[in-house]
């Protein structure tokens, strides 16, 4: 009895499906290698954005992250009581405030990306040189797909 090719173990759905789990595993994995412990994935998001874009408001993070303004004020909350964030008021807008990363904001960034590229470091020195090629080509067409 053959498999219908909706089923077949080649098909592109068994593909996209197999990309996908090995995608959320490896960046679950990722997610694990972090500087602070108790910060969620979702701070450290909201930090990182900082670190790389400069300040921004409340609505625009909110945007950027894709959650409500009150959800966006307790992530901010509890940055800005870890010493990671501060706020300030907007030069044009007084109503605004703006948020910005703190040194010690930055280094948890910083100490995290360099955890994570290390950790990925290591796992490509354990595999053979057409593997990292195989990656490297991945990691490419990986990149494209994301901004389609």
Known sequence: MSLPADQHPDSLSAAAADLRMATFRLARRLRAERAVDAMSDGQFAVLAALKVHGPHTLGELAERERVSAPSMNRTVNCLEESGWVQRS?????RRK??????????????????????WVEQA???L?????????????????????
């Not at 008021?89 to 807008?93: E, K």
Request: glycine share 2%.
């Open 124 to 126: 490509l020195a354990e």
């Open 97 to 118: 405030v703006n948020v910005a990363v703190t040194a010690d904001g930055r280094a948890v960034v910083e100490e995290t990306v360099r955890r994570r590229d290390a």
């Open 89 to 93: 008021p907007d030069d044009d807008d």
């Open 128 to 148: 053979s040189d057409d593997e990292r090629d195989t990656l490297a080509r991945a990691a490419r067409i990986m990149a494209e797909l994301a901004t389609r």
